[in-house]
């Protein structure tokens, strides 16, 4: 008997385990995506929505702060969420953030488009890259390819085309109620989080990007969430403006100090490295060149002091360019992407201390009296040996060594004497 009702416990229990494992509720993935869109950010969502489309999710959403970024990884981000099998929904927020630019564009191509209260998107007026001034007609021509872009979504997902053009021709912006009052609407959904955002999706039909329409199954979600790996955190961390300036210019001073003192291996070897990653870093952000250039022209400047008598010209000049050159390093009218003052300046004159520095110690060594070779036993104390004669050889002992000397005095063994010149293996000495 007792082993007949621990046998119906045990059957009870596994069918209780089964019903719960059957009435599981659906997945639904959460990322995070913060900060500038470049391609390091490209990969995190495309493999984000990649691993949703392998665990058959139910919904993706990624909640985007951005102020703009690529568009080719724009591009690339807007291909995967137009490919995937999961619904993709976009939450800018929480309440403060934007998704301005590349990330308006990259809302307007989801699925479910969502902002917080307190959030605004827009500005998508495509601008040079590389920090450059273009000429009229080819910035018509960008505004005019990435208007284009932004319509083909805009229409396929039933949102406000005019809008949307607007916010890329007229770098228009939009708050959380500008863009769901707008008829049709910018964006589907105000939600204050995640968690609220799916509350509302439950049991809502959504129309994919191929005009299939999907109905949301949300209810007692589980959220599962995606995060960046190490080597992606790390990249990301680099391709920010205050990192890379920081790497462009200790980099370029390591390698300066490597041409100063060949050898010394160390500052070229981490010269190198932080050189590589800062130009990594400059392929994403808008980059001067001309400030780059100013930069590069500091530190020439402040080596050719070491080289050149200019009085100190050269360093005030170097110091000069490093600082115009850090302040043009970063072209771009957003905050997030430029460096201010309160990081140029300390840098700028920390780096001018460490190269005049460097820079008195070359002079030094430079005016130093030679050590080695027969300028270094000119004036070098020593001993005589034996008597020398004027005119006649001896033995001297200087340097640790024992030389034949000569004379024009006479010199007496044991008596202080001190070199003047040098002749093959013959010494010339006079009595100290």
Not at 385 to 401: F, Q, S
């Amino acid at each position: 008997m007792v082993r007949l009702r621990a046998l119906v416990f045990l059957v009870v229990a596994l069918s209780g385990a089964a019903l719960a494992a059957v009435e599981t509720g659906p997945i639904v993935l959460t990322a995070t995506v913060d900060g500038i869109i470049h391609p390091v950010s490209s990969e995190f969502m495309r493999s984000a929505i990649a691993r949703a489309d392998a665990e058959k999710a139910a919904l993706i959403v990624f909640t985007l702060h951005t102020p703009g970024g690529l568009l080719d990884s724009t591009r690339d981000i807007n291909n995967a969420i137009i490919a995937a099998k999961t619904p993709v929904a976009v939450f800018v927020g929480p309440a403060g953030y934007r998704a301005a630019s590349a990330g308006f564009l990259i809302t307007i191509a989801a699925d479910i488009a969502a902002m917080a209260p307190g959030t605004h998107i827009g500005a998508a007026h495509p601008v040079n890259g590389s920090g450059e001034k273009v000429d009229e007609v080819m910035a018509k021509k960008m505004a005019s390819d990435t208007a284009a872009y932004a319509r083909t979504l805009a229409a396929a997902r039933g949102r406000n085309v005019p809008l949307v053009e607007q916010a890329v021709t007229e770098s228009r912006s939009f708050t959380e109620q500008e863009a769901s009052t707008a008829t049709p609407p910018l964006v589907d959904i105000i939600a204050t989080d995640v968690g609220d955002l799916v509350r509302k999706l439950d049991g809502r039909s959504v129309k994919r990007f191929d005009g299939s329409s999907v109905t949301l199954k949300l209810a007692n979600a589980q959220f599962n969430e995606v995060r960046m790996t190490l080597p992606q955190q790390i990249l990301s961390a680099i391709a920010h403006p205050q990192v890379a300036y920081l790497l462009l210019t200790l980099g370029t001073l390591g390698l300066t100090i490597e041409l100063w003192s060949p050898g010394a291996v160390l500052p070229g070897v981490a010269g190198g490295i932080c050189l590589l990653l800062a130009f990594f870093a400059l392929q994403v952000l808008p980059v001067s060149y001309a400030g780059v250039l100013l930069i590069l022209l500091g530190f020439a400047m402040l080596v050719l002091e070491v080289k050149v008598t200019s009085h100190g010209v050269l360093g005030v000049g170097g110091i000069a360019s490093l600082l115009f050159g850090s302040l043009m390093l970063f072209d771009s009218p957003l905050p997030e992407m430029q460096v201010g003052l309160r990081l140029i300046l300390p840098v700028t004159l920390s780096l001018a201390g460490v190269l005049l520095f460097l820079v008195r110690l070359g002079v030094q060594s430079q005016r130093a009296p030679a050590v080695t070779g027969e300028s270094g036993m000119l004036h070098a104390p020593g001993q005589a040996l034996t008597a020398i004669v004027p005119g006649g050889t001896g033995r001297v002992a200087t340097h640790g060594e024992i030389w034949t000397a000569t004379s024009a005095d006479s010199i007496h063994a044991g008596d202080p004497v001190v070199v003047i010149a040098v002749k093959g293996l013959l010494l010339t000495v006079r009595r100290a």
